[in-house]
């Protein structure tokens, strides 16, 4: 994804419960960042109009987070009421099995892009037996994230949510998938997050992430304006080093 530079491969979600703190954010960092995110928080508590109320604001585009999990009639009808909001993506669980995502896939229209959410980022390995995923499978974290990546693919998904520990894997199997990366961290915060698996924003570009989720540790900057900044500057290195590799081989 060459096309993808800088300040563009970061969403921030807006993580906020009211309209007024979430079109704050939209108007101070429209210009750093490239996709705002509407998760459940905000999407329950504004309804569907807060898309429009944060397009108008400055959004250029707009990812709605919704992680759609439900048999495959309740998928389709869902994505076709969505794609008439006109934004740019909207999340389906991979879970909710092949049938699901292929509808979804078939039903979305206005350019409207079906993102796959393999494992979310706050799971490990004790997690996902907890859950009653077979012990064999889920030995390497890597493995049942790709299987599910694969269903994604084949289901005809533009792209899927994955950690920063897998993405270099998908990236190798399916490179024609967007890969979008919650989790990115700057060394300091790494070790006293809740996210266990993930990696600085150079690491995640260098090792194929297309995209970057990046919202707490923006939120909780002394001045978000910088840094964002300084991302895109460890995105623009990672960009550059890519590069260069390239031209060499």
Known sequence: MNEIQGKERIIFPLDVSSKEEALIWVERLKDLVGIFKIGFELFTSCGPQIVEE???KGAKKIFLDLKLYDIPKVVSNTVKTISNLE???VTVHILSGFEALKRAVESAYNNLKIIGVTILTS???ADLMELGFNSELVRDTKKIVLKLAS???K????GVVCSAKEVELI???YPSLLTIVPGARF???????DQLRTATPYEIVLNGGDYLVIGRPIREAEKPEEFCKKIIEEIEKAEREKEEKTNDS
């Open 151 to 153: 269903l994604g693919y």
């Open 155 to 158: 289901a005809g998904c533009d």
């Open 87 to 89: 934004i740019d993506w």
């Open 54 to 56: 944060v397009r108008n």
């Open 171 to 173: 990236k190798e199997n």
């Open 123 to 125: 799971l490990d390995r």
């Open 187 to 193: 060394e300091e915060a790494i070790k006293r997050d």
